[in-house]
């Protein structure tokens, strides 16, 4: 096991550097002072799973713990794969493992910073004896330095914070500064699938949609009511948790200039 303990340290300090870009969390002192989202509050909860370490260390084949060494080798993990697929904030990976096992030849790359989330969905993986599925701890806005341009297929963004206020803005994952990154590792006519229960988010990012020059392919504002759009839908734990609570799911499909 020892082995597999500088790995997990570099997870954790990970966790806690450049907060101001974090994948999905809030800084920790906002945390602390309780500005947190429910995202954040829920975040911080799952971090006092028990046995972590063993577990990690049981899943590690699904964990890539170097995965800058990977730009412009991904594909070599899965050879035959027709589509190389990213997703930003996988959680516990229900969305994450009902997908690979739905497209077995789509290789998936799942970002997860939270380890006691991360564990779970590679433990999901693991049950499932999927072998089209990794797991990675980056910051989103560090997507460049993991991927090749074109490298990249699709990216899905599910239920991401909404940084709500003004002066975040630049760190919510579908701004044009993330369209940006985005646009630097997919493919020449590669999409981003973005879902959320959020009204006000879902309004930005549809301007930041036009912002960025991408194209809005489609887009909804009751996804699970849309015959054309929530065909094949796989929901994540959040989708299934805010729709039981009456709250609309919204949904677009952007896809970035061809070039």
Known sequence: MMHFLP????MQQ?????QGNDLSLAPFSAMIEGKSSENEDHAMRMRKKKNLLPRMERCEAYQIKDPY???GHWRELMPEAKEIRVELGCGKGRFTVETAAAEPDVLLIAVEKVPDAMVVAME???????????????????????????????????FCDPWPTKRHAKRRLTSRQFFERYDKILAGN????????????????MEEVAEA??????????????????EGNIM??????????????HKLIARRSFS
């Open 190 to 205: 590669g999409v981003v699938e973005f879902k959320t229960d959020n009204d006000d988010l879902f309004a930005f990012s």
């Open 124 to 158: 999901r993986a693991a049950s499932a004896g999927l072998r089209n599925v990794f797991f990675i701890d980056i910051d989103a806005n560090q997507l460049p330095e993991i991927f090749d341009q074109g490298e990249v297929d699709r990216i899905y963004i599910n």
């Open 236 to 249: 994540t734990e959040y989708e299934e948790k805010f729709s039981s609570l009456g709250h609309p799911i």
């Open 69 to 71: 060494a990977r730009k």
């Open 213 to 230: 020059g991408w194209t809005l392919d489609a887009h909804t504002f009751d996804l699970h009511h849309d015959p054309v759009l929530n």
């Open 14 to 18: 990970n966790l806690y550097k450049n």
């Open 7 to 10: 790995a997990f340290l570099k």
